[in-house]
Nanobody, 124 residues
Framework: QVQLVESGGGLVQAGGSLRLSCAAS????????MGWFRQAPGKEREFVAG????????YYARSVKGRFTISRDNAKNTVYLQMNSLLPEDTAVYRC?????????????????WGQGTQVTVSS
């Protein structure tokens, strides 16, 4: 139903910014809540940010609140993650995901489709 492809990752110095994009294919993109997760080597996958289908509500992990902003453009079938004031501990593979349930968006099991991920590396 939905295929997700992330882009925008790369290498950036601490304090810098990146914007990740997640392009979705499928006719029902606007019916899904969307989220971003990340996973660093040797660590568990963690929730980063989520957004409802309408974009009216957003949710953030405590570690990124105030630095990251999630948004979506349903006309473009795309969700974004603007990352500012990046820290070395933000280094991870970032994956976007789509949730039909649209609730409990911090939980990976609530998501139905996942992208393959894009690497973000923050150097000190």
């Amino acid at each position: 139903q939905v295929q997700l492809v992330e882009s925008g990752g790369g290498l950036v110095q601490a304090g810098g910014s990146l914007r990740l994009s997640c392009a979705a294919s499928g006719r029902t993109f606007s019916s899904y809540a969307m989220g971003w997760f990340r996973q660093a080597p040797g660590k568990e996958r963690e929730f980063v940010a989520g957004i409802t289908w309408s974009g009216d509500n957003t949710y953030y992990a405590r570690s990124v609140k105030g630095r990251f902003t999630i948004s979506r453009d349903n006309a473009k079938n795309t969700v974004y993650l603007q990352m500012n004031s990046l820290l070395p501990e933000d280094t991870a593979v970032y994956r976007c995901a789509a949730s039909l349930a649209g609730v409990g968006l911090s939980l990976p099991e609530r998501y139905d489709y996942w992208g393959q991920g894009t690497q973000v590396t923050v150097s000190s």
